[in-house]
């Protein structure tokens, strides 16, 4: 009874220590233990997270789309590595830099945030395939089976396959053009997963 006692001691002692950390966000806590903190802003991807900046001097809070904030700090020149991000997130009502910056992960239970991740992961390695090709559709042949595959894993996030054919189309059909058609329907699939809600990475906005 007293090992047993002192492991439940022992055991919730560090379930404390974890939760009380400054450095670890809570969506990194898993029954009560820590995962890892995340060393980049990619790295909330993998709690399906968004990121929760909370001001200490106006109490504005401002809860991020993760994408988007990915590419505004590309686009802004500003570093993703998360301690970074912790410190250099102004207050958007105040301006204050006194905020608090926390990853928060969508409310579901583990399995459907590991179903959603994957489900994630497997239109975002379809889109890689499709973005790799269609930069080199202007130059070789790209409609090879594994483009083919790529187009037939998004069909099941597209409602509408008609971009999907476009795609394969501007393929066949784009090799030695300068304006390369098939980028331009690489944009318009991604614009339409985006607008329907999916997580589209931001390398690929």
Known sequence: MRVEGGAALI?????????????VPATFLHHGCMVGPPQTLQ????????VRVTCRVCKA???YD??????DRRFRRLSMEWEAVRY???CRECDSTDTRVDGVPFGQDDRERRERRSQA??????????DDASRRARDEDVCVPATRLALRVLRAYLPDRELLVTFWSAAETGRGKP???????MRWIVTKLVDAGHPVWAEFR
């Open 11 to 23: 055991s919730e002692s560090h379930a404390v220590a974890c939760r009380s950390s400054l450095f």
């Open 43 to 50: 790295d909330l991807r993998r709690v399906e997270g968004a």
């Open 61 to 63: 809070v401002k809860q």
């Open 66 to 71: 993760l994408e988007e904030l990915i590419i």
């Open 88 to 90: 250099t997130m102004p």
């Open 121 to 130: 992961l497997l239109m975002n390695l379809a889109l890689a395939v499709l």
């Open 179 to 185: 304006h390369g058609p098939a980028l331009q329907a």
